[in-house]
């Protein structure tokens, strides 16, 4: 994947109607941007996807739509008032301001690239006895470079754990780290920002009116661990899942809906037993890592990648990374919170948030174990690894979107072959059976290669031509979008076959 492919997504997602800059009529707001006609569809049966995943499937987790305002007082307990920070840093040359941690992890990455490559020589230099752990213990070479990796982690790890920032700033200075841009290394000091939007409340100013846009989903969740726990009945283990707005003033927001300043999550917390969190945090790093698998888009595309900083509230953190077209990044968190924001939240409302165990008639504060992804970036993930430019047999070019069938926009299109005889009418009478179970498109226009040209284009998984022969034998011809393969099926059996071949279930088989 390249940068190239990322251009080729955003201009396609713009012109389909997926996504658009935000406020384009006024030049746009940066990193801002607008889900378009079909871009809302995607968006919807991703969360369709995961609410089901997650709520429907697993009989203890529950789903709340908590409001995007909250007490201030939230946001001293959760820490993101004293913590929630990035280090900044500027460049005095190039006047580019950069995050100073994402400049230490791009500089490892590089070594990280290094490493890979000599392993790929000497696996095709050793053929089938190559034993990859083995090389990458004992080669002198690898083995200095992964000593560097360390070095590097702990330093920046120790210095950001003791908040010395001038550390942070002599570990960019040694690393000899430059400007991406233009190789200057004449750096400014490294300042903490914090990310939080502020705004007033009502009619009142002044710091007593300040209120935050929630930069996280989960503690609208943990505020209400008790309402729901008590009116749900609910027993340890249990989950609370919410999809919503996010708010975070990025230093740097870029790379299209990668990174924005507004976006949505999806997250699960799941309270358990204090003791059990490791075991649940394995089981929850499994099961998502086969959500994101269930999806098809083949392997290679998702790795772990274990946090070195933890954040204030977490004992063990994980990235699932996605090989995004600017190379692998995070698309989803899992984190082991601990008991941190239910005792924070103890302490700062003065309220018990304690589960009464009825085995052990104890009670506790339970441990969480948190699964949060990104919307938007499961949006990105699912557009780049399923745009495909192809050259057909007959030497023909089609741009596909391989978009898994349940996650597709429009599922089927029903084209009559021409726009008279009667063709027109049965068409609308097929599209009428379908519209209440599906999302789908009626279209007349152009001869019928074009027409699938455009549902390629856009993801369609099925069209289903209306011809002459529909009006006596009552059957439709259907073509899949990957295969391009035609069937002619009864109308009498559509609906069940468009159920099947777009319905949510093929993803159950093996996501949790
Ligand atoms: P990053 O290191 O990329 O800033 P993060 O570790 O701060 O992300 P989390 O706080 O773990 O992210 O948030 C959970 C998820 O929310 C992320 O995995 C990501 O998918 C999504 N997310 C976070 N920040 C943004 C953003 N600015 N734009 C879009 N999605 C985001």
Excluded at 240 to 267: L, S
Excluded at 277 to 303: I, M, P, S, T, V
Excluded at 329 to 354: I, M, P
């Amino acid at each position: 994947m390249s940068d190239d492919l990322l251009k080729k997504v955003i201009s396609h997602s713009k012109e389909y109607g997926f996504v658009f800059p935000s406020s384009e009529i006024y030049d746009g707001l940066s990193a801002a941007y607008d889900y378009g006609q079909l871009g809302a569809e995607l968006k919807n049966n991703i969360k369709q996807y995961w609410w089901t995943a997650m709520v429907r499937m697993h009989e203890n987790i529950v789903g709340i739509d908590a409001s995007i305002f909250m007490h201030p007082n939230t946001w001293k307990a959760s820490g993101h008032i004293d913590a929630f920070n990035d280090p900044l840093i500027d460049n005095k040359d190039s006047k580019k301001r950069y995050r100073a941690d994402v400049l230490i992890e791009d500089h490892i990455a590089k070594i990280e690239t290094k490493i890979n490559k000599d392993v790929t020589k000497a696996a095709k230099r050793f053929g089938d006895s190559f034993d990859e752990q083995q090389f990458r213990e004992t080669n002198g070479r690898i083995v200095d470079r992964q000593k560097q990796i360390d070095e590097i982690n702990e330093r920046f790890k120790s210095a950001m754990e003791a908040e010395d920032l001038a550390a942070v700033k002599t570990l960019i200075e040694d690393l000899g780290i430059a400007d991406p841009d233009t190789g200057s290394r004449n750096w400014t000091d490294v300042r903490q920002f914090n990310l939080m939007f502020k705004t007033e409340l009502g009619a009142v100013s002044g710091d007593s009116g300040v209120i935050y846009l929630r930069p996280e989903t989960a503690q609208g969740i943990f505020v209400n661990y008790l309402n729901v726990q008590k009116s749900g009945r609910m027993k340890l283990p249990f989950g609370i899942a919410q999809i919503g707005k996010a708010f975070r003033n990025e230093i740097i927001a870029r790379q299209f809906i990668f990174r924005m300043r507004e976006f949505e999550q999806m997250e699960m917390q799941f309270f358990v037993k204090p003791g059990t969190q490791e075991k649940w945090y394995e089981y929850w790093k499994e099961a998502r890592l086969n959500w994101h698998k269930a999806l098809g888009f083949g392997d290679g595309l998702h790795r772990f990648h274990d946090h070195i900083k933890l954040a204030h509230y977490a004992e063990a953190a994980t990235d699932i990374e996605f090989n995004f077209p600017m190379g692998f990044k995070e698309l989803e968190g899992v984190h082991s919170r601990t008991d941190f924001d239910l005792k924070q939240h103890e302490e700062h409302s003065n309220k018990k948030l304690r589960y009464f165990d009825p085995e052990t008639q104890e009670s506790y504060v339970p441990f969480v174990v948190e699964t949060s992804i990104g919307l938007d970036r499961m949006f990105l993930a699912t557009l780049s690894a399923a745009y495909q430019e192809e050259t057909l047999e007959d030497g023909s070019q089609r741009t596909v979107l391989r978009i898994p069938a349940p996650l597709a926009p429009v599922k089927a299109a029903i084209l009559p072959l021409i726009k008279k005889d009667g063709l027109p009418e049965k068409a609308r009478e097929i599209l009428k059976m379908l519209q209440l179970e599906h999302n789908v498109q009626y279209d007349e226009k152009d001869a019928i290669g074009r027409r699938y040209r455009r549902q390629d284009a856009i993801g369609t998984p099925l069209c289903i031509t209306v011809d002459h022969d529909t009006l006596t034998d009552h059957a439709v011809t259907i073509r899949d979008r990957d295969t391009m393969a035609q069937e002619r099926i009864p109308i009498a059996d559509l609906a069940r076959c468009v159920q099947e071949k777009v319905g949510l279930a093929q993803l159950f088989n093996s996501a949790s």
